[in-house]
Every structure is written in C-alpha cells, then in structure tokens.
C-alpha cells in the first residue's frame, strides 16, 4: 500500500470535484477547492473520520467494497478505478468489481436529473445506482445480493416483482426482459455474467425457458409505459435510455408531460419518499 501516493491521488480528485458535479447544492462560499471529506465520505457510505485518515496516511488499507465506493463517490474513470487499487495494494479489480463501477459520463448525467425517475442500470438489469425518486417509485434495490441484483432475475422468480405494472402488460415485459438479456449474452459470451444468468433462469423458470427459445433479442431505446405505485396508483410515463458506446450501462429517465396527472405525481414522489418501503 502506497500511502502517500494514494492520499495525494484522493486528495486531488476530491479538489477537482465541485458540488454540481456530484449532484450537491453549491450552498455558501467555500475556503476550499472542490468537494469537502465529509461530503465525499457520505457519497461513498463510510465516515468522515475514516476518510480523513485516508487523506492523511494513516488508515488502515481499504477493502475491495470501500474502494469501490470511493471511485463511484470520485466520479473515477476505469483507468483511475484501477490506479486507486493498485496504489492502495489491491490487485485489479474484480469483473463483479468492474460491472458495476458506474459510467462517469452517465453518472454526470443522472446528478442533474433531480426533478424525474432516473436510474442506471448493467446490461444484466442491475441497478447501480439511482436517485431519489426513482427510489421512491421502484424502491431501494442495494440490499440485494447475488443473482438477485439483476431485476431480470427477479422478474421471473419473484412475483412482487411484478406489481409495478399493469397486469395486461406483464407478458410485453417478460418477452422485453428476455430480449434484452440475449442482447447482453451475445455480446458478452455464454461464459460471462450474463451466460451463467442464462442458465440459472432456465431452470429456475419455465417461463423464462420458453421465451428463450423464442431467439428474440433487443435493446429498448425508448418505451411508454404505465407503472404503478401503492400510494399514487398508476403513473403513464415515457422511457428514453441512453447507452453507453459499448451499451454496458443505460441510463433510464422516466418522464411525463408538464402539466398532466401522471406529471403531478412524480412530484409527489419527491415528497413521499421511500416511507411506504421502510413502513412494510
């Protein structure tokens, strides 16, 4: 472990950062350039005090887990991700590591998106990372783990999980969330993440073993669809998805016209939160 180069390195990236960039309230005037520790800190989920000592070559060596957090909180690209592991002593990142370190032209994007649903999403339909209110509209997805990251995973094996839409539309997204899972087996292999997804669901769901058979395949660019929320009730909205180059990462920005139902009440989502999800 590199100590002083790796608190240089963090210390100059947090300084280069400033509060817009990460979707922050630019507030009163600062004596200091770029973001402060504690706000990188409750951005990568840790405390300030153990950032601080980070910064001034003293903390313990981060695990794989908090080192990716910081590159998520930095904004890194995939070179300084991997720089960021090497320094602090940790062999290259994981694949699970470099799936879903998130696009940091994408991420720019979804930090200025605070009035709609936005979220970005793997090609395997694991939610990396999301704001408020498409927390409040889809839930918070981060306790999940395994095969259960992926919402086509879930969409078949979980029946809750189809609840947020409209039952006349459930088969359009069974077949929607097949084709899309064969868009991301051929580009990555049957050997990747997306093969051995492929092969669980298969014998996890007979649904899901029909529809492959199908041979569709697609990637949805945009959508209009009805969601339903529990306190709201059905929302109409329209979804566009922005792809990365090598169409890894999308992200999804759900809207509705100004001054419509559907519109009042993505508003209220920012008002109602996640309280119903911590409530059940």
């Given at each position: 472990?590199?100590?002083?180069?790796?608190?240089?390195?963090?210390?100059?990236?947090?300084?280069?950062?400033?509060?817009?960039?990460?979707?922050?309230?630019?507030?009163?005037?600062?004596?200091?350039p770029g973001l402060r520790r504690e706000?990188?800190?409750?951005?990568?989920?840790?405390?300030?005090?153990?950032?601080?000592?980070?910064?001034?070559?003293?903390?313990?060596?981060?695990?794989?887990?908090?080192?990716?957090?910081?590159?998520?909180?930095?904004?890194?690209?995939?070179?300084?991700?991997?720089?960021?592991?090497?320094?602090?002593?940790?062999?290259?990142?994981?694949?699970?590591?470099?799936?879903?370190?998130?696009?940091?032209?994408?991420?720019?994007?979804?930090?200025?998106?605070?009035?709609?649903?936005?979220?970005?999403?793997?090609?395997?339909?694991e939610i990396l990372v999301q704001n408020?209110?498409?927390?409040?509209?889809?839930?918070?997805?981060?306790?999940?783990?395994?095969?259960?990251?992926?919402?086509?995973?879930?969409?078949?094996?979980?029946?809750?999980?189809?609840?947020?839409?409209?039952?006349?539309?459930?088969?359009?997204?069974?077949?929607?969330?097949?084709?899309?899972?064969?868009?991301?087996?051929?580009?990555?292999?049957?050997?990747?993440?997306?093969?051995?997804?492929?092969?669980?669901?298969?014998?996890?769901?007979?649904?899901?073993?029909?529809?492959?058979?199908?041979?569709?395949?697609?990637?949805?660019?945009?959508?209009?669809?009805?969601?339903?929320?529990?306190?709201?009730?059905?929302?109409?909205?329209?979804?566009?998805?922005?792809?990365?180059?090598?169409?890894?990462?999308?992200?999804?920005?759900?809207?509705?016209?100004?001054?419509?139902?559907?519109?009042?009440?993505?508003?209220?989502?920012?008002?109602?939160?996640t309280e119903r999800f911590s409530s059940?």
């Open positions: 472990m590199e100590r002083e180069e790796l608190a240089a390195f963090l210390r100059r990236r947090r300084e280069e950062l400033r509060p817009e960039d990460v979707g922050l309230p630019v507030g009163a005037r600062r004596r200091a706000e990188v800190a409750a951005l990568a989920a840790m405390s300030t005090d153990y950032y601080t000592r980070l910064e001034q070559q003293r903390g313990p060596q981060p695990s794989e887990q908090m080192l990716a957090s910081l590159a998520r909180a930095l904004r890194l690209t995939d070179d300084e991700r991997d720089y960021l592991f090497r320094v602090s002593g940790r062999n290259a990142p994981s694949p699970q590591v470099t799936a879903t370190h998130v696009a940091p032209a994408l991420r720019r994007v979804l930090d200025r998106l605070d009035d709609t649903p936005a979220l970005i999403l793997s090609n395997l339909g408020r209110f498409a927390e409040a509209l889809f839930g918070d997805s981060s306790h999940f783990t395994g095969h259960a990251r992926s919402m086509i995973y879930r969409w078949f094996t979980d029946p809750g999980e189809r609840l947020v839409y409209p039952e006349h539309d459930r088969d359009r997204q069974s077949r929607a969330q097949v084709a899309n899972l064969r868009a991301a087996h051929a580009s990555m292999g049957s050997k990747s993440r997306a093969g051995e997804l492929v092969r669980v669901l298969r014998r996890e769901s007979a649904e899901f073993a029909a529809l492959w058979e199908r041979h569709e395949v697609a990637n949805r660019y945009e959508d209009h669809k009805v969601l339903i929320h529990p306190q709201l009730g059905e929302i109409e909205v329209d979804c566009q998805a922005l792809f990365t180059e090598d169409q890894s990462q999308l992200l999804l920005v759900l809207t509705a016209p100004p001054r419509t139902e559907a519109f009042d009440k993505i508003q209220l989502l920012g008002v109602l939160g059940a």
